[in-house]
């Protein structure tokens, strides 16, 4: 299904992917088997959490895109369970212990993924202890020069970024994949970026497609 210009949909549910371009609107809960935006989008309904983000559950297919899976995971806020299942590797600080989920748990867990990608290594890579791991989140924002490599730690902008994504803190991460992709220290800024130092290409847009993907979920 392919919405675009000003278009909005009603809640409901379809057996389809969503496909918005433009500045698309959704008022109300709806559910679909896959989400893709090329433009702005607004909803109004139940904020849901996926709770298991981690680089296993990101698909590239066949055209380079990526796309996040196994949507089987989330519920929104209203229904969520008080102990939940996850991936303690990639979960949130707050997830660990046993805190609120919310959808700036989801943010940090993508986080850990760009990390691992732009680092080429997991973050967390041979902690065995639950001391050990919740220790290594609350302090990874501030070792991010130590661990990424210099053509990354250099560039401000991008370090800013990740910082805002892993955050120990939920109230310092952005406040949703929204403002994560088009605040002025996010992906939107850090692809303008690139454009302007032509190092742009296909590849570089992922995360903001990403963002984009979760804008549907959180």
């Known amino acids: 299904m392919r919405i675009s210009g000003s278009g909005r949909l009603s809640a409901g549910k379809i057996d389809e992917e969503l496909h918005t371009s433009g500045?698309?609107?959704?008022?109300?809960?709806?559910?679909?088997?896959?989400?893709?935006?090329?433009?702005?989008?607004?909803?109004?309904?139940n904020l849901t959490v996926h709770g298991d983000i981690?680089?296993?559950n990101i698909m590239v297919k066949r055209t380079g895109n990526a796309k996040i899976i196994d949507i089987g995971s989330a519920v929104t806020l209203e229904t969520a369970p008080s102990q939940r299942t996850c991936t303690?590797?990639?979960a949130a600080p707050e997830v660990l212990e046993g805190r609120e989920h919310s959808p700036r748990s989801d943010l940090a867990s993508l986080g850990y993924v760009?990390?691992?990608?732009?680092?080429?290594?997991?973050?967390?890579?041979?902690?065995?202890?639950?001391h050990d791991l919740l220790?290594?989140?609350?302090?990874?924002a501030h070792r991010l020069p130590q661990i990424l490599p210099g053509e990354v730690s250099c560039n401000e902008l991008l370090m800013n970024f990740c910082s805002g994504l892993v955050a120990a803190d939920p109230d310092r991460r952005f406040p949703?994949?929204?403002?994560?992709?088009?605040?002025?220290q996010g992906a939107a800024?850090?692809?303008r970026q690139l454009i302007v130092g032509g190092l742009a290409s296909e590849y570089e847009n992922e995360?903001?497609?990403?963002?984009?993907?979760?804008?549907?979920i959180v």
């Open 23 to 45: 500045s698309a609107r959704i008022q109300g809960d709806f559910e679909c088997n896959g989400f893709h935006s090329s433009g702005s989008f607004r909803g109004s309904g």
């Open 54 to 56: 981690k680089s296993s």
């Open 88 to 90: 303690p590797a990639y």
């Open 114 to 130: 760009l990390v691992e990608m732009l680092s080429g290594q997991p973050p967390f890579a041979g902690l065995t202890s639950f």
């Open 135 to 140: 220790e290594a989140k609350r302090s990874l």
């Open 176 to 184: 949703s994949a929204e403002d994560a992709d088009l605040e002025k």
């Open 189 to 191: 800024s850090f692809h």
């Open 207 to 216: 995360i903001r497609a990403w963002l984009q993907d979760m804008t549907g």
